[in-house]
């Protein structure tokens, strides 16, 4: 029999333990256990594994190398007993459990307003944790397990053990302060020489910038800033001169129309599409399900955008009948 098929839960749990709170005698006294057990437990787990999991020193316990990589793996094994644990309590009915859903900024203003509601009445119990983040910021954690489901842009490339399915359409504007002093310019060529902040849907600041004015025949602007947060874009550009390609979303949001105004170029400025984004390899547990659901169903109405083949026949049903 393999190793790993007779490592037990509880040496799973302490080893996740220790490393969250630094030492074996934090750990112990954080779950209410002894401090002898847990270190047999580790013991016995490195010995199974073989392989030793923490360097210990004076100043507790430090993950080794080897042990970098098993606690990836342990902290989404124990992600996923904790949903399975929570998705079957769902099937039964009950109501509790916790979704984590990471959304763009795009999709908290077009889209969660309208499907928190919904999604309350049926699991008023549920916690739901929203993060705010683009995805190259969130793609390790969605991996893992520790994030459900992430809403909003995402790169082509994503890779195949993430499934995809869009949501709608979106086109971007050009964004600066009000009275910005190239308000009235009309095309993206006389806005190459200013200041340009980027944000994080890519990982290069430049990347987000370049294929746009490439498209035009224009040199790309090199990007002073890059931007992580919705709070950081609008302090910034609201009290500076730099300019920012957004979603249109964000300008026909009431909270940014006294600070911020569009300069209307000619070109198109087309945006990724907002999509969704989940592991492909496991389900999501009926209370994050339902919440992609109100999710969809706020972007039919709002976009009438045409499903996606990743929806179905089955799919589109059930979004005709919730409409």
Sequence with gaps: MNNLTVVKFSALRDFLAVVERGSVHAAARHQGGAQPTVSRNIRELERRLGVVLFERSAKGAQLTPLGKVFYSRARAAQGELLRAEEELAQLRGE???NVTMALSTVAQFALLPDAIGPFRRKYPDVRLNIMDALFPRIDSDLRSGSIDCYIGPAPEDIGSEFRTETLFENTRVVVGRKGHPLSKAKSLRDL??????STTLTHRADAELAPLFEQ????TPRPV?????ALTTLVLIAKTDLLVLLPIQW???QLWTDAVQTIPVKELLPAPPIRIVRRSALPLTPAAEYFCD??????????AAPATPALGGAKKSRL????
């Design 216 to 219: 035009y025949g224009l040199p």
């Design 320 to 323: 005709a009948r919730m409409r």
């Design 192 to 197: 190459v020489d200013a200041e340009w902040a």
């Design 251 to 253: 300008v026909e949001s």
């Design 225 to 229: 800033m890059q931007m992580h947060s």
């Design 95 to 97: 109501t509790h459990g």
């Design 294 to 303: 109100m999710m969809r169903r706020v972007a039919v109405n709002k976009y």
